[in-house]
Each structure stands twice: as structure tokens, then as C-alpha cells.
């Protein structure tokens, strides 16, 4: 019986040891992060905030997310076909990534013929790599934008697919919160998970 309690309170307290190891991961990684700036402007310090919550959806995605999960529907109730296992997150957090760069180009350049995008990520390890990509290529866009007037933010004007308009600075407020809500949603799943 003594053998039995000792043993169940050892695995608690590995369990309660690796909880605070995580944390201080997390805290860790949140302290280097969060609210660092690298670059100047409105446009600037959202690219910022917009790549440090891409660093932490990464850590959650690289450390938390298990493999062999990576195509297992978690929410086969959703309508929205985006939004049924980790797969299909990610590859639609990849799409609206690229999606955002074509809603600039075209908001600057009302001529301009939006290409198709998308994403096909068949496996977890496909994900950093697409991901760093699609983020090169929006601070790409940026370069040499960062310090654009309100005035001249406030000229362009971008059509969603999906209602509002808005200029570079709302689309990229959008974009921010459009990580952590699907980070979110994915902590939710693995949660379930565990």
C-alpha cells in the first residue's frame, strides 16, 4: 500500500515538474518576444507584434502538437472546412498569410490580378518552413513602407473576400488577431487532447 502512494504521488510530482518546466518555457520565449521592436511606424510595430505571435504559434506548434495527430479531425461538427484538425488550421493560417500580401498589392494597385493561394501541408514539419516563408515575404512588401503617413495608409483601399474594408494598418491589426485566435483554437484541441 506505502509502494502504491509513493509511486502515484512520484508521477504527480514528475507531472507538476514538467507543468512548471513548460511555463517556464513559455515565459521564457514570451520574455525574449513579446513587444520587442525591431522596426519603426504604425506599420512597423504591427509586423512586429504580427511576427512575435507567430513565434509563439510556432512554439506551440513545434513543442505541443503531437505528429501523429497532425490530420486527426479534433472538430468534425465545425461548417468551416478550415477549422477541423490541426492540419487544416495551419494550412489556412498559410493561405490568409498569402492572401493578405495579394489584398495589399491589389489595394495599391487596383489593376492588379489577385492570384489563387493556398497551402498543402502534409505533415507538421511542412509548416515552419511555409510559414517563415509567407512572413519573409509580407516584411518583403513592407520594406521601405514602414514610415507611410496615416494620410497615405488611409488611401489605400482594400476589399476583403469576406465584408470589410479596411487600409494596410486594419488589414495587418486583422492579421495579428487572425494568429492568436487560431493559436488559441489550436491550444483548445491539444488540451482536449491530453
Given at each position: 500500500?506505502?509502494?502504491?502512494?509513493?509511486?502515484?504521488?512520484?508521477?504527480?510530482?514528475?507531472?507538476?515538474?514538467?507543468?512548471?518546466?513548460?511555463?517556464?518555457?513559455?515565459?521564457?520565449?514570451?520574455?525574449?518576444?513579446?513587444?520587442?521592436?525591431?522596426?519603426?511606424?504604425?506599420?512597423?510595430?504591427?509586423?512586429?507584434?504580427?511576427?512575435?505571435?507567430?513565434?509563439?504559434?510556432?512554439?506551440?506548434?513545434?513543442?505541443?502538437?503531437?505528429?501523429?495527430?497532425?490530420?486527426?479531425?479534433?472538430?468534425?461538427?465545425?461548417?468551416?472546412?478550415?477549422?477541423?484538425?490541426?492540419?487544416?488550421?495551419?494550412?489556412?493560417?498559410?493561405?490568409?498569410?498569402?492572401?493578405?500580401?495579394?489584398?495589399l498589392t491589389?489595394?495599391?494597385?487596383?489593376?492588379?490580378?489577385?492570384?489563387?493561394?493556398?497551402a498543402n501541408?502534409?505533415?507538421?514539419?511542412?509548416?515552419?518552413?511555409?510559414?517563415?516563408?509567407?512572413?519573409?515575404?509580407?516584411?518583403?512588401?513592407?520594406?521601405?513602407?514602414?514610415?507611410?503617413?496615416?494620410?497615405?495608409?488611409?488611401?489605400?483601399?482594400?476589399?476583403?473576400?469576406?465584408?470589410?474594408?479596411?487600409?494596410?494598418?486594419?488589414?495587418?491589426?486583422?492579421?495579428?488577431?487572425?494568429?492568436?485566435?487560431?493559436?488559441?483554437?489550436?491550444?483548445?484541441?491539444?488540451?482536449?487532447?491530453?
Open positions: 500500500m506505502f509502494i502504491v502512494f509513493v509511486k502515484v504521488n512520484i508521477v504527480k510530482f514528475i507531472t507538476t515538474l514538467k507543468l512548471i518546466a513548460d511555463k517556464l518555457l513559455y515565459l521564457s520565449i514570451m520574455n525574449k518576444k513579446l513587444y520587442q521592436t525591431t522596426r519603426h511606424g504604425a506599420l512597423g510595430a504591427l509586423m512586429d507584434l504580427y511576427e512575435q505571435e507567430a513565434e509563439l504559434l510556432l512554439e506551440t506548434i513545434n513543442n505541443k502538437l503531437p505528429n501523429k495527430e497532425w490530420a486527426v479531425i479534433k472538430d468534425a461538427r465545425t461548417k468551416d472546412e478550415d477549422c477541423r484538425s490541426y492540419q487544416t488550421i495551419c494550412q489556412h493560417i498559410i493561405s490568409a498569410a498569402k492572401h493578405y500580401v495579394e489584398l491589389k489595394g495599391e494597385n487596383p489593376t492588379y490580378e489577385m492570384k489563387k493561394v493556398g501541408l502534409t505533415a507538421k514539419n511542412d509548416f515552419e518552413p511555409a510559414f517563415r516563408a509567407v512572413l519573409t515575404q509580407q516584411a518583403k512588401y513592407f520594406e521601405n513602407r514602414w514610415d507611410m503617413s496615416d494620410e497615405s495608409i488611409e488611401a489605400i483601399v482594400i476589399k476583403t473576400g469576406w465584408g470589410p474594408i479596411m487600409n494596410p494598418e486594419t488589414l495587418l491589426e486583422h492579421a495579428v488577431l487572425h494568429i492568436m485566435r487560431h493559436h488559441r483554437q489550436l491550444l483548445k484541441f491539444i488540451e482536449r487532447s491530453n
